[in-house]
């Protein structure tokens, strides 16, 4: 008989194996980042899903991901502050990222927008029309995201060693879409779902929990592939801090308020990095 929790270490195991591995090849050869690893599969199983499930979306989600992936495309032509790495090494200039991030945006939106329809974890108000439940959730991310923010460029300051430069900031507001849009979108709303789909059988009361956390961790290690490389253990600490300080704010905020509060959090966030110069 099947152990509930294998499909549980099966996923975790794979989780490990992709980090482990990623760091291993990039010690040898130019690898893919961690996040762009996530970022394609993320954007694999929600268009795997979007397949199976798109009778199930209605006329607000495709309108929802279209402006979303609109957005981050045309901000990205316009981005001053915000410097992608090369996507695989291959997109450089800002066009290709423009298309590469609107289109990843685009479908793990309505990827996501398909696994809430069949309950999944996370809610999107704007393509429910609930504009009362998304404007108490951007309310809420700010005013949670906003003293974090504030540290965050204290820290910043200190951990780098580098004085504040002011930037201009109306580019800080428009720059910060980027990654508070396209991140939380593959993260906490296509990945949380996709994980949830996998484990809701075998897990069906732990499940929201439980992937909500793996894909937290996912999300703040996936930032430390330069560190993992010089110190594995410098880097496992850092992450523990991101993502006990940054990362299970968004989650509960996604989970709680829906998820344009878990992108008020992270967008505020990096407001004011780009603001002090960071």
């Known amino acids: 008989m099947k152990n509930k929790y294998t499909t549980l270490l099966l996923v975790i195991a794979a989780i490990i194996t992709i980090f482990l591995a990623r760091a291993v090849m990039a010690s040898v ?6 996040f762009e690893i996530f970022d394609i599969l993320a954007v694999a199983g929600a268009s795997l899903v979007l397949l199976k499930s798109h009778r199930h979306l209605r006329r607000g989600d ?3 991901a279209l402006i979303l992936g609109a957005v981050i495309g045309a ?21 290709g990222q423009a298309w590469v991030r609107g289109l990843f945006t685009f479908l793990a939106t309505l990827g996501g927008l398909a696994i809430v329809r069949q309950g999944g974890p996370v809610q999107l108000h704007a393509a429910n029309g609930n504009w009362k439940g998304m404007s108490r959730g951007i309310l809420i991310g700010f005013f949670v995201g906003l003293p974090l923010a504030v540290f965050n460029v204290f820290a910043l300051q200190f951990t780098q060693r580098q004085p504040i430069q002011w930037q201009h900031p109306p580019s800080a507001l428009l ?11 593959i993260y906490r709303f296509a990945t949380w779902g996709l994980l949830w789909l996998v484990l809701r059988n075998d897990l069906p009361t732990q499940a929201v929990w439980v992937t909500g956390l793996l894909v937290t961790l996912i999300h703040g290690y996936a930032h430390f592939d330069d560190l993992f490389l010089q110190s594995p253990l410098t880097a496992l600490g ?20 829906g998820l344009e509060s878990a992108i008020t959090f992270h967008w505020i966030q990096d407001v004011a990095r780009f603001v002090a110069g960071f």
């Open 238 to 257: 850092m992450g523990a801090i991101i993502t006990l300080s940054w990362g299970l704010p968004p989650m509960l905020l996604a989970r709680h308020q």
């Open 62 to 64: 495709w309108t929802t």
């Open 175 to 185: 720059d910060a879409l980027q990654p508070g849009i396209t991140e939380e979108v």
């Open 29 to 34: 050869i130019p690898a893919p980042r961690t």
């Open 75 to 95: 901000g990205m032509l316009f981005a001053t502050l915000f410097t992608p790495y090369p996507f695989l090494g291959i997109v450089h200039d800002n066009i």
